[in-house]
């Protein structure tokens, strides 16, 4: 079990029978009364945003999590199709259990997938992929000094604000926290 004095970001707990990770937390020590913790929680099966006080020295659960390093194969359907990278077995995931991390798959990379209690419940991308740019305006000759940007369609269908100097057919860093466009790769 995890104390309150444990409690950091990202870290994974269990109510209820549900796994949680701490978006957000902070120690309380109010005037009067007792101390406490307030948190910010995000359900890791269903995405919900919650936010609950804990006295401070309440404990919580350890959650029933495993992950597994696997690479994303391809969509069928409305289920993406993954491959353990040790035994080579192969998951279906739905949709609805990725969120936003669908932007960001292409064929062959790599994932680290979340499972609780022995069920996929989502993945955890790398910090950065490597997506090309397969639709995008022309930039204008010499308008680069103000530093604007110009939408582009990259080819997992996420669109993201780049340089003007960006072109088709160009490959890009973009970063998984944030959706930005970094640099060129």
């Known amino acids: 079990m995890y104390s309150t004095a444990e409690f950091r ?7 209820d029978g549900k796994p949680f990770t701490i978006v ?5 020590k109010p005037g009067k009364g007792g101390a406490f913790v307030r948190t910010k929680l995000k359900n890791l099966e269903t995405g919900q945003v919650l936010e609950q006080t804990f ?3 309440a404990k919580v659960d350890i959650p029933d999590l495993e992950e597994k390093n696997m690479q994303y194969l391809y969509l069928d359907g409305d289920q993406y ?12 995931i739905a949709a609805d259990y990725l969120g936003d991390a669908v932007d960001y798959f292409k064929p062959n990379i790599d994932v680290t997938v979340l499972y609780f209690n022995g069920k996929p419940i989502g993945v ?23 530093g604007a940007t ?3 369609t990259l080819e997992s269908g ?10 088709e057919g160009d490959v890009l860093k973009i970063d998984t926290r944030s959706g930005e466009y970094m640099e060129r790769a």
């Open 158 to 167: 996420l669109s993201v604000q780049v340089p003007l100097f960006i072109e």
């Open 24 to 28: 957000e937390f902070q120690h309380v």
């Open 81 to 92: 199709v993954f491959m353990d990278n040790e035994n080579y077995d192969q998951i279906f």
């Open 9 to 15: 970001r990202n870290l994974k707990i269990e109510i």
């Open 55 to 57: 006295r401070s020295g």
């Open 150 to 152: 110009k939408l582009a």
């Open 124 to 146: 955890e991308l790398p910090i950065t992929v490597n997506l090309e740019v397969t639709q995008t305006e022309p930039g204008i000759k010499g308008d680069t000094a103000t």
